[in-house]
Nanobody, 127 residues
């Protein structure tokens, strides 16, 4: 069982930045590819970004490409999401997720492929 805890959400003005963190309670963090998803108000959950076990492979939704950066620190069992140039469409609850993977470089965009989820952190962008 892996527990994931997100932090770093909050309210920010359009054009601002936030960095989300997701701490994992597992000694085998290196065995998990990680992803960030979000659920805007009244909408379904959507993929944001993913990173492989090694950290060398990343993948982004078109809507955040060039503005968001996913990274991980395997020594700290933590994955990050740096969000820049935020706009009102980024308002959502953000979730991190862990995918147990035998491949060092796989990244996944489908939420059904992930094994564990955090409780989410709210990000609100005001214009």
């Amino acid at each position: 069982q892996v527990q994931l805890e997100e932090s770093g959400g909050g309210a920010v003005q359009a054009g601002g930045s936030l960095r989300l963190s997701c701490a994992a309670s597992t000694r085998t963090f290196k065995s998990y590819a990680m992803g960030w998803f979000r659920q805007p108000p009244g909408k379904e959950r959507e993929f944001v970004a993913a990173i492989s076990r090694s950290g060398f492979s990343t993948y982004y939704a078109d809507s955040v490409k060039g503005r968001f950066t996913i990274s991980r620190d395997n020594a700290k069992n933590t994955v990050y999401l740096q969000m820049n140039s935020l706009n009102s469409e980024d308002t959502a609850v953000y979730y991190c997720a862990a995918d147990y993977s035998t491949s060092r470089e796989v990244v996944r965009a489908k939420d059904a492929m992930y094994d564990y989820w955090g409780q989410g952190t709210q990000v609100t962008v005001s214009s």
